[in-house]
């Protein structure tokens, strides 16, 4: 039986909803693919500048790869609760100290999600205007990234702050966790 869930984190799996796995999962692979293909292309880049034959399309892919991987990665760091946040201090806190900590923690990141929907759904629209050089697509192609990895990092930071205010934020004691091939680690 094949995983369709293997790059999904098993960490901090008391603040996950399982229903969301496969979009973890399916950002993990975009990652993968967008810094594949960031490499590659800029691989090309050089090779075939070298030759003197450049490729006009290089530096829009490198563009679309790079700024597609930003926005994907955000979002998956955000599900995997692998970003900036202030984790050192919440540790040492507990009972309310901390779930009001990691509540007002979460609600910064909300607020900046909530504003990456708007205003870059705002930038999409105007992207519209402006096209990319040399495939003439709207700037708009680019733009989209911001507000979908705000909507996923705005659905990531509700499900954490739910099933924390349900089940509390650090780990239950004794809980095991798993690696991402499936492997129990103590």
């Keep these: 039986m094949k995983r369709f869930d293997a790059l999904v984190l098993q960490e901090q799996r008391h ?7 496969p ?3 399916l950002l993990m692979i975009l990652c993968g693919v967008a810094i594949t293909g960031f490499s590659v ?5 050089i090779v075939t500048r070298a030759l003197g034959h450049p490729l006009f399309w290089a530096q829009e892919t ?6 597609y991987g930003i926005f994907a990665g955000v979002a998956a760091a ?7 946040y202030l984790a050192v201090l919440t540790e040492s806190l507990s009972g309310n100290k901390r779930l009001l900590f990691e509540l007002f923690n979460r609600s910064v990141v909300l607020a900046v999600a909530v504003c990456m929907v708007w205003f870059g759904y705002l930038n999409f629209l105007d992207g519209f205007k402006s096209l990319r ?5 709207p700037m708009a192609t680019l733009y989209v990234a911001i507000p979908i990895c705000g909507a996923l990092v705005a659905l990531f930071t509700i499900e954490q702050m739910v099933n924390g205010v349900r089940h509390g934020f650090p ?5 095991r966790h798993h690696d991402s ?3 129990e680690v103590l």
């Design 15 to 21: 603040l996950k909803w399982r229903a969301l796995d």
């Design 23 to 25: 979009v973890e999962n």
């Design 41 to 45: 292309v800029v691989l090309a880049d």
């Design 62 to 67: 490198m563009m679309s790869f790079f700024i």
């Design 78 to 84: 955000t599900r995997r609760n692998d970003h900036l």
């Design 133 to 137: 050089m040399p495939s003439m697509t």
């Design 171 to 175: 780990d239950p004691k004794g809980a």
């Design 181 to 183: 091939l499936g492997s």
